[in-house]
């Protein structure tokens, strides 16, 4: 059974960082990523990372502030996000999938979904 389970999410003043955590198990991706929904509004597509490769990819809003990464070893993709602004407020979910890096960061379609953790960014 596949599983992503997240971690890490919480209440961070403007400015401040926050790391995010999601550990896989049930099988083997080749890319994974995060995508978060803001109240009201539509998800919205973070960022990716092919698990063999490390290639990672991320919106034009995230570069920069936001990074990706991936530990092989213990079946975790990470986000760390600094810099964070009151409208970063949003739950963040771990998604992951078998087709193709170039698939998923063209398409920003994922099959596998965690339950999302909540980011609350107070300014």
């Known amino acids: 059974q596949v599983q992503l389970v997240e971690s890490g999410g919480g209440l961070v003043r403007a400015g401040g960082s926050l790391s995010l955590s999601c550990a896989a198990s049930g099988r083997t991706f080749n890319v994974m990523g995060w995508f978060r929904q803001a109240p009201g509004k539509e998800r919205e597509f973070v960022a990716a990372i092919s698990w063999t490769g490390g290639r990672t990819y991320y919106v034009d809003a995230m570069k920069g502030r936001f990074t990706i990464s991936r530990d092989k070893a213990k079946n975790t993709v990470r986000l760390q996000m600094s810099s964070l602004k009151p409208e970063d407020t949003a739950v963040y979910y771990c998604?992951?999938?078998?087709?193709?890096?170039?698939?998923?960061?063209?398409?920003?379609?994922?099959?596998?979904w965690g339950q999302g953790t909540q980011v609350t960014v107070s300014s």
């Open positions: 998604a992951a999938d078998s087709r193709t890096f170039e698939y998923v960061t063209t398409t920003h379609q994922l099959n596998y």
